[in-house]
């Protein structure tokens, strides 16, 4: 069965700290892959996807993702974490048909001034 | 640029009433969605519509439905509610098949 799991359902970071979000997933075949930022009260936003090429992928706000296919994995990183980051992210896989993807639970991210 | 607007913010229901949560978006995107996340549930798919006049089910259509006369417009129809429709709704639209999704804030539905 298709699924994604974001292992961590909370993590807390200090500011200025480094952060890696972890994103698995199972699919038939290589999905295409994104991360999601959710501000409290807000609507889902993008930060990157990644389709094919350098699995290595820059999104805004500073944050990267690496693409394994090796270990079925996406998992999110930014090197310095500021206050405005504190949010829920969202992992989300998809192949070529609007009703395939898939979001994962979310990872709440609270940030330590 | 208004992007994806969605009415209302939030609303209280009573078992067995029914309403429309309108949906908008000003980007002339073909494909929206209609979405419902339940805590530490991720999104679920209600319906998507590929361009006006034109509609699916996703993975969670039971009690709603939908229709897509425009291609602005999206509204999700609730006919019976009941209090397993309690959750938070997104509205999102996109270009495309793997495209970016643009989501609206969402409407916050509580049936008691």
């Known amino acids: 069965a298709q699924s994604v799991t974001q292992p961590d359902i909370h993590i807390t970071v200090s500011e200025g700290a480094s952060l890696e979000l972890r994103c698995n997933y199972s699919?038939?075949?290589?999905?295409?892959l994104f991360w999601y930022v959710q501000s409290p009260g807000q609507g889902l936003q993008l930060l990157l996807k990644y389709f094919s090429g350098d699995t290595l992928v820059q999104g805004i706000k500073g944050f990267e993702a690496e693409f394994k296919r090796s270990q079925s994995s996406f998992n999110l990183r930014k090197p310095s974490v500021h206050w405005s980051d504190a949010a829920e992210y969202f992992c989300?896989?998809?192949?070529?048909?609007?009703?395939?993807?898939?979001f994962g639970p979310g990872t709440s991210l609270s940030v330590i001034p | 640029n208004a992007g994806v607007t969605q009415t209302p913010k939030f609303r209280i229901l009573k078992i067995g009433q029914s309403m429309t949560l309108q949906c908008t978006q000003d980007?002339?995107?073909?494909?929206m969605y209609w979405y419902r996340q339940d805590p530490g549930m991720g999104l679920k798919l209600i319906y998507y519509?590929?361009?006006?006049?034109?509609?699916d089910k996703g993975e969670v259509p039971n009690g709603y439905n939908v229709s897509r006369s425009t291609t602005e417009d999206f509204p999700l129809r609730l006919e019976l509610a009941a209090p397993s429709q309690t959750s938070v709704y997104f509205c999102?639209?996109?270009?495309?098949?793997?495209?970016?999704?643009?989501f609206g804030p969402g409407t916050r539905l509580l049936v008691l």
């Open positions: 999102a639209s996109s270009t495309g098949v793997g495209e970016t999704q643009y």
């Open positions: 699919y038939g075949a290589t999905p295409y």
């Open positions: 980007m002339n995107h073909n494909y």
């Open positions: 519509s590929v361009g006006a006049g034109i509609t």
């Open positions: 989300a896989v998809g192949a070529w048909s609007p009703d395939k993807v898939i």
